[in-house]
């Protein structure tokens, strides 16, 4: 493991992976680490997830959205509207969950990106489609894909502070 700071400081967005499988174990850890984030209301965390490994699934997946094409792992993160406490705020819920997995898969060692599908209905409905996700209530979110980073696109420090950005008491 790593100090949080480094991993705050060295996330990116990973869009090119090496050939190499992701543990279970890992998949796991990320996993357990969306479930952790805050949500609207204790036990009302409306996430669930979908791994995605099979290369066929993956090749449609990509199908829709593209930079998932050499990703040895993809989640897929649905919404479960009836668990959500606001329901007009399952997606702040889920982005919560999202940042979770992002930084444990810098903190593992691998790389991720958050693939956007909400709120894009059209994208939404191709998503769910391919996961034959019927019901009105489980709503497709993002997609995270997960992997080794491959030559050039590690994670690196990138500072993007910039003290004028920040306003006190009012803007």
């Not at 796991?28 to 066929?56: H, N, T, Y």
């Not at 007009?88 to 919560?96: E, I, K, L, R």
């Amino acid at each position: 493991m790593v100090e949080f700071e480094h991993v705050i400081n060295t996330r990116r967005s990973i869009r090119q992976y090496q050939d190499r499988d992701v543990s279970d174990d890992d998949i796991m850890k990320i996993l357990k680490a969306g479930m952790q984030a805050p949500g609207s209301r204790l036990g009302a965390e409306p996430w669930e997830f979908i791994v995605v490994r099979d290369k066929k699934t993956l090749d449609e997946l990509a199908e829709i959205k593209p930079r998932v094409k050499t990703a040895p792992v993809a989640i897929v993160l649905v919404a479960n509207i009836e668990r959500a406490f606001y329901k007009a705020h399952w997606q702040q819920d889920m982005s919560a969950a999202c940042e979770n997995m992002l930084l444990e898969a810098v903190n593992l060692g691998l790389g991720g990106l958050w693939n956007g599908v909400a709120p894009t209905e059209e994208t939404m409905d191709e998503v769910a489609k391919l996961f034959d996700l019927d019901n009105v209530n489980l709503v497709p979110f993002s997609v995270v894909t997960i992997g080794y980073p491959a030559d050039g696109w590690e994670n690196k420090f990138m500072d993007k502070f910039d003290e004028a950005r920040i306003h006190y008491e009012r803007y």
